[in-house]
Nanobody
Framework: QVQLVESGGGLVQAGGSLRLSCAAS????????MGWFRQAPGKEREFVTA????????YYTDSVKGRFAISRDNAKNTMLLQMNSLKPEDTAVYYC?????????????????WGQGTQVTVSS
């Protein structure tokens, strides 16, 4: 099994920045693609960004392109999400996810492992 733990959420004003971290433990050798999803109250969980095992391929939903940056350090079993120019509509619980295959993965059901989530609140 793989365990994922997110950190770094919080309250920030619009235009500010936050950096989320995801730490993986357990059978980390099986992890390939990793990603971030988010879920706002009353809405479905939505894809935010994903990164391939090597880090050479990254994918973003249109609403965060140019503002968010995903990265990973396989030696440290960590993944980061740098969020800049935050908007109130970015407010959500952010979830770290990982899967055992290395493909472009933008649907929540494609992922095998999930963190517990971290709250990000952007005030206007």
């Amino acid at each position: 099994q793989v365990q994922l733990v997110e950190s770094g959420g919080g309250l920030v004003q619009a235009g500010g920045s936050l950096r989320l971290s995801c730490a993986a433990s357990g059978r980390t050798f099986s992890i390939r693609t990793m990603g971030w999803f988010r879920q706002a109250p009353g809405k479905e969980r939505e894809f935010v960004t994903a990164i391939s095992w090597s880090g050479s391929r990254t994918y973003y939903t249109d609403s965060v392109k140019g503002r968010f940056a995903i990265s990973r350090d396989n030696a440290k079993n960590t993944m980061l999400l740098q969020m800049n120019s935050l908007k109130p509509e970015d407010t959500a619980v952010y979830y770290c996810a990982a899967r055992n295959a290395d493909y472009d993965s933008r649907s929540w059901y494609q992922y095998d492992y999930w963190g517990q989530g971290t709250q990000v609140t952007v005030s206007s």
